[in-house]
């Protein structure tokens, strides 16, 4: 039953589809040009930094900054196996937003394991592991943020 509503579904856009492209070519012609456009603006990075200042070791990064909205990656080359232990913290000194994600070498979302609350107040520790080698990287995001953020890891 499902299945036949689905194919009936398409044959239906399929035909309206044929109907346009032969009875309003200019119309076809300017959706066949207009909808690639659209979805190469998904790919342009919309990033908005000002007065931004970062101090990074081997182990450790912190941005302090007047307006942040977008996302900033923080790489980590990791090994096989290996377990990494992040501690972040968000100094918030407006109504903005913040967050964070981990992606691996192929772009995918790494679980995460929240440990408790860390001895400092208001940093969140989290743990993840490396499934294989690969660049990892732990990306901040802001929204309309100002403050700042500190992001120390420890790799066993």
Known sequence: MI???????CAFIYAFSSYLFHRKKKFAW??????PLLLSVRLYDFTSKKDWTIKETNSSFSAEFEYFN????????????????SYLSFTQLNEGGYGYHILD??????????LAESEEEGT????FHAIQSGVYKIIVTGD?????????????
């Open 3 to 9: 299945a036949g509503a689905v194919g009936a579904l």
């Open 30 to 35: 300017v959706i066949l040009l207009v909808f």
């Open 70 to 85: 977008g996302k900033h990656e923080i790489l980590l080359p990791l090994k096989k196996g290996e377990k990494v232990t």
């Open 105 to 114: 070498h192929n772009k995918e979302y790494v679980g995460m394991k929240e």
């Open 124 to 127: 969140q520790a989290i743990q």
């Open 144 to 156: 309309d943020l100002k403050g700042k953020i500190d992001v120390n890891w420890e790799i066993d």
